[in-house]
Protein backbone atom coordinates (compact mmCIF):
# COMPACT_ATOMS: atom_id res chain seq x y z
CA UNK A 1 0.00 0.00 0.00
CA UNK A 2 1.71 3.65 -0.64
CA UNK A 3 1.30 6.29 1.88
CA UNK A 4 0.03 9.30 0.61
CA UNK A 5 0.50 11.24 3.53
CA UNK A 6 2.64 12.41 6.53
CA UNK A 7 3.08 9.99 9.29
CA UNK A 8 1.14 9.61 12.29
CA UNK A 9 3.31 8.92 15.39
CA UNK A 10 1.69 6.57 18.40
CA UNK A 11 2.76 5.95 21.89
CA UNK A 12 2.71 2.43 23.24
CA UNK A 13 2.96 0.96 26.71
CA UNK A 14 2.36 -2.32 27.08
CA UNK A 15 -1.33 -1.41 29.74
CA UNK A 16 -4.76 -1.53 27.95
CA UNK A 17 -4.01 2.31 27.39
CA UNK A 18 -1.47 1.18 25.00
CA UNK A 19 -2.80 -1.34 23.04
CA UNK A 20 -5.89 1.30 22.80
CA UNK A 21 -3.91 3.95 21.52
CA UNK A 22 -2.42 1.64 18.76
CA UNK A 23 -5.64 -0.06 17.62
CA UNK A 24 -7.17 3.29 17.45
CA UNK A 25 -3.76 4.76 15.32
CA UNK A 26 -3.94 1.95 12.93
CA UNK A 27 -7.54 2.67 11.96
CA UNK A 28 -6.66 6.35 11.19
CA UNK A 29 -3.49 5.85 9.46
CA UNK A 30 -4.75 3.17 7.09
CA UNK A 31 -7.60 5.88 6.89
CA UNK A 32 -5.18 8.41 5.76
CA UNK A 33 -2.96 6.13 4.06
CA UNK A 34 -0.40 7.50 6.11
CA UNK A 35 2.72 5.83 7.37
CA UNK A 36 2.75 4.70 11.59
CA UNK A 37 5.28 5.30 13.68
CA UNK A 38 5.06 3.46 16.82
CA UNK A 39 7.18 4.64 19.49
CA UNK A 40 8.08 3.08 22.78
CA UNK A 41 9.96 4.88 25.75
CA UNK A 42 11.25 3.61 28.17
CA UNK A 43 13.19 5.14 31.44
CA UNK A 44 16.77 3.69 32.29
CA UNK A 45 18.63 3.90 29.60
CA UNK A 46 22.08 2.28 30.26
CA UNK A 47 20.76 0.52 33.44
CA UNK A 48 17.98 -1.45 31.66
CA UNK A 49 18.37 -5.05 31.81
CA UNK A 50 19.79 -6.51 29.10
CA UNK A 51 16.41 -9.30 29.12
CA UNK A 52 13.83 -6.68 29.62
CA UNK A 53 15.28 -4.60 26.83
CA UNK A 54 15.28 -7.74 24.44
CA UNK A 55 11.48 -8.64 25.73
CA UNK A 56 10.50 -5.40 24.98
CA UNK A 57 11.84 -5.48 21.69
CA UNK A 58 10.07 -8.61 20.95
CA UNK A 59 6.51 -6.93 22.49
CA UNK A 60 6.70 -4.12 20.60
CA UNK A 61 7.58 -5.77 17.56
CA UNK A 62 4.67 -8.24 17.89
CA UNK A 63 2.31 -4.48 17.61
CA UNK A 64 4.24 -3.71 14.81
CA UNK A 65 3.82 -6.85 12.81
CA UNK A 66 -0.29 -6.95 13.50
CA UNK A 67 -0.59 -3.46 12.08
CA UNK A 68 2.05 -4.44 9.27
CA UNK A 69 -0.42 -7.71 8.64
CA UNK A 70 -3.32 -4.79 8.27
CA UNK A 71 -1.16 -3.61 4.80
CA UNK A 72 0.41 -0.34 7.38
CA UNK A 73 3.55 0.78 6.29
CA UNK A 74 5.24 0.73 9.86
CA UNK A 75 8.32 1.93 11.29
CA UNK A 76 9.32 1.29 15.50
CA UNK A 77 11.26 3.95 17.15
CA UNK A 78 12.43 2.17 20.60
CA UNK A 79 13.64 4.67 22.61
CA UNK A 80 15.13 3.57 26.22
CA UNK A 81 17.05 6.55 27.53
CA UNK A 82 16.37 9.24 30.97
CA UNK A 83 13.97 11.18 28.95
CA UNK A 84 10.31 11.33 30.08
CA UNK A 85 8.07 9.85 27.43
CA UNK A 86 6.35 12.88 26.31
CA UNK A 87 9.39 14.38 25.51
CA UNK A 88 10.34 11.41 22.98
CA UNK A 89 6.93 11.05 21.64
CA UNK A 90 7.19 15.11 20.82
CA UNK A 91 10.71 14.66 19.40
CA UNK A 92 9.63 11.91 17.10
CA UNK A 93 6.60 13.76 15.95
CA UNK A 94 8.68 16.51 15.13
CA UNK A 95 11.23 14.50 13.55
CA UNK A 96 8.60 12.68 11.24
CA UNK A 97 6.98 15.80 10.54
CA UNK A 98 3.57 13.78 12.06
CA UNK A 99 0.19 14.71 10.92
CA UNK A 100 -0.97 13.02 14.46
CA UNK A 101 0.22 12.57 17.94
CA UNK A 102 -2.39 9.34 19.24
CA UNK A 103 -1.78 8.61 23.42
CA UNK A 104 -3.45 6.48 25.64
CA UNK A 105 -4.95 7.74 28.49
CA UNK A 106 -6.06 6.28 32.19
CA UNK A 107 -7.84 8.00 34.84
CA UNK A 108 -6.09 9.18 37.62
CA UNK A 109 -7.16 11.14 40.63
CA UNK A 110 -6.49 14.82 41.24
CA UNK A 111 -3.55 13.45 43.52
CA UNK A 112 -1.83 11.50 41.46
CA UNK A 113 -2.08 14.53 38.74
CA UNK A 114 -0.32 16.47 40.93
CA UNK A 115 2.19 14.80 42.72
CA UNK A 116 3.39 12.70 39.27
CA UNK A 117 2.82 15.22 36.41
CA UNK A 118 1.24 14.02 33.40
CA UNK A 119 2.53 12.36 30.43
CA UNK A 120 -0.72 13.35 28.09
CA UNK A 121 -0.93 16.68 29.44
CA UNK A 122 2.62 17.47 28.34
CA UNK A 123 1.96 15.95 25.09
CA UNK A 124 -1.51 17.87 24.33
CA UNK A 125 0.07 20.80 25.33
CA UNK A 126 3.12 20.62 23.70
CA UNK A 127 2.87 18.83 20.48
CA UNK A 128 3.49 20.43 17.35
CA UNK A 129 0.11 18.95 15.87
CA UNK A 130 -3.07 17.58 16.93
CA UNK A 131 -3.10 15.22 19.21
CA UNK A 132 -5.83 12.00 19.52
CA UNK A 133 -6.31 10.98 23.55
CA UNK A 134 -8.25 7.58 23.45
CA UNK A 135 -9.45 5.30 26.56
CA UNK A 136 -9.40 1.58 27.00
CA UNK A 137 -12.88 0.05 27.22
Not at 75 to 102: T, Y
Request: overall charge negative; hydrophobic content about 45%.
Amino acid sequence: MGTLGSPLVVGYIDTPEGAAAVERAMVEAKHRGAPLVIVNSQRGGAGLDRDASLALDAEVEAVAQRARAQGLDVRVRQLVRDADPAADLISVAIEEDADLIVIGLRRRSPVGKLILGSNAQSVLLDAPCPVLAVKAD
